[in-house]
């Protein structure tokens, strides 16, 4: 609504007291139609002019001192002093006129111009009526407008935070997923090294079961050359002894010292019941 607009409102609000009187002229006669209600009128507009003794107006009778006169207007007969005016015609000339008629024509005439500015008034009323129609029409669009519009906001905005509520939740989810993935992989991580450390003691284990197998090898070897050799040792002497008779045999046949001394040198050694033959007698 510009400046123009609201001028309009305040002039209508002014204006109210005006339209009480438009009521007030349709009610009334119009100003035009007076002349006509009593007059017959000559062809040229002019009345028939009436000789009556007295003044139509003050009822004084006419003589030589109060002179008859007539009125060109409603052609009553009228004194000198009730036809004091004087109004221009249609051809310019100045006429009498009597004040019942100079009356009733200002009061038409001043009828004319109200009713000429009512109907200028309801004119300006009716536009301004319209304009105010307009107005309300196109504010009542906007504020439908406005309202849809804040409707679609409302409804923007709910789906915005349904949505933001959605990826929330997903990314609670995921981050408690993470969670618990590290979790498994630090557990993983442990039990590998457990793992290793168990690989590495077992590793240790190894090296020195092997370290010692190795001794025993090397022991079993050491025992099986011994046995060996102890086995060419007491073959040696089995051969040595073929044919060599036992030792208390021997014995028997010795004498004292000679039985003395073998027993003094083979005794610690003694095997299969016989004894060495060349040191038995040296
Ligand atoms: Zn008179
Ligand atoms: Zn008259
Ligand atoms: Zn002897």
Redesign the pocket.
Known sequence: MDESDKAYLRKLNSMDSFTSLSSFSTSQTSSSSFMSKSLSLKPDGSPDLKNDNKC?ICDKKFSLTNRRHH??????S?CEDH?IKRRVNGEAKKIR??????R?IISGEIKDEIENEISRLQNEVQLVRELNERLAKEHSEKFSKVNNLEAELTNAEKAQKQKEQTLQDKLNLELERGEKARAEVDELRRALEQSHTCEREIGDKCTAYEARLANLKSESETLRERKEELINQVEHLTNKLKGSLPLDQIKMVLCPRCQQKLNQTYRPFSMNGSVLEDEGES
Do not use: A, P, W
Not at 97 to 102: A, E, I, L, P, Q
């Open positions: 139509h009125c060109r207007y409603c052609g009553n009228i036809s006129m009597c004040d019942n008629c100079d009733e």
